[in-house]
């Protein structure tokens, strides 16, 4: 049943006049920039996108703990720890907000990690990438973390409410996380030889990883259409991509780091920068499982979700006695 409930349509936009009465009502309400709240009338396709997508976000968060909690006790100052400790809770804030955001769609968390275990959703495939020196912590910060806040903003102005509302807070915290991480890489880029070459490897490593992070090319997303008409998704994928460039290739120029890029251009004409595109058969390998992580990743979330079975039968049945207990009042 599950399975079923998130299902990509695939469709495009659906026409006006193909419309119930119902369901121009609810574009009218859309195109006018009212919030939809969850006790609203909503297409059923309109709820699958929005299940879809705001649990992708949300286990997307927490497994992204993963590739940073293992470099806590080993980043090289006690402030470094601090502020990376900081900033993996933060991510596991987060991770809650979009599931009790998706919960107001009727479906249960349990039912979202389920799926998740099992293979019938996914997380943002950058985080199948490892972490392999203290560099790439600053690399994750600067532009994984860059790459989000250039995804997550425009959220802001989605068209369900519950995902509106969690995304102000999550893209304040956020930026934060671009801070840090470019903190990191401005202090390895300014530091020893060695220090720079990590730093260059770093963004060698993680530079194309992140301009997946937006999506497939526009010609080839099934869910962009029907997402921006109703405003779930804000601007297209390559839309973000293209302003990720732009805004980032000036910062690692500062840095005085080159991009892995030997097409990066300056276009005078159209005012933006030309770049290659990502190696997308290498992104649909790592969404189908077979990324240098993928199977580490699963494993870590499997063995915390069985871990923490005791803690969630002992909350629920403190619960059942609590109800029972008000019920016989």
Not at 44 to 50: D, N
Not at 204 to 225: C, I, Q, T
Request: net charge negative.
């Amino acid at each position: 049943m599950y399975a079923q409930m998130v299902k990509s349509t695939g469709q495009g936009v659906k026409p006006r006049e193909e419309m119930s009465e119902e369901e121009r009502h609810f574009q009218d309400r859309v195109d006018a920039g009212e919030k939809i709240e969850p006790k609203d009338w909503m297409p059923e396709g309109y709820r699958k996108t929005l299940i879809r997508q705001i649990a992708q976000h949300a286990h997307s968060e927490v497994v992204g703990q993963l590739p940073e909690g293992n470099w806590i006790t080993r980043a090289p100052t006690l402030e470094r720890k601090a502020i990376l400790l900081a900033k993996v809770q933060d991510e596991a804030g987060h991770g809650l907000y979009l599931y009790c955001a998706a919960e107001t769609l009727g479906v249960s968390r349990d039912d979202l990690t389920e799926a998740l275990l099992s293979g019938k959703m996914k997380y943002s495939s950058i985080f199948n990438y490892p972490t392999l020196n203290w560099a790439d912590i600053g690399a994750v910060g600067w532009l994984v973390d860059g790459a989000a806040i250039m995804n997550q903003v425009p959220l802001q102005r989605t068209s369900f409410g519950p995902y509106s509302r969690a995304m102000i807070r999550i893209c304040k915290e956020e930026s934060f996380h671009q801070r840090q991480g470019y903190d990191i890489m401005m202090k390895m880029a300014q530091g020893t030889p060695e220090q720079k070459r990590m730093a260059q490897e770093a963004i060698n490593r993680f530079w194309y990883p992140s301009l997946m992070m937006f999506g497939p090319s526009d010609k080839d997303s099934v869910h962009s259409a029907q997402s921006m008409a109703w405003k779930i998704k804000i601007n297209t994928n390559d839309e973000l991509r293209q302003k990720f460039v732009d805004q980032t290739v000036p910062q690692a120029e500062y840095l005085g780091l080159t991009v892995p890029d030997p097409d990066l251009k300056w276009n005078e004409e159209t005012g933006h920068y030309d770049f290659s595109e990502p190696d997308w058969a290498e992104f649909y390998e790592v969404l189908k499982g077979n990324g240098p992580c993928n199977t580490e990743r699963l494993e870590a979330r499997r063995k915390a979700w069985e871990d923490g079975a005791w803690v969630r039968d002992g909350l629920m049945a403190h619960a059942e006695k609590r109800a029972a207990r008000t019920a016989a009042q």
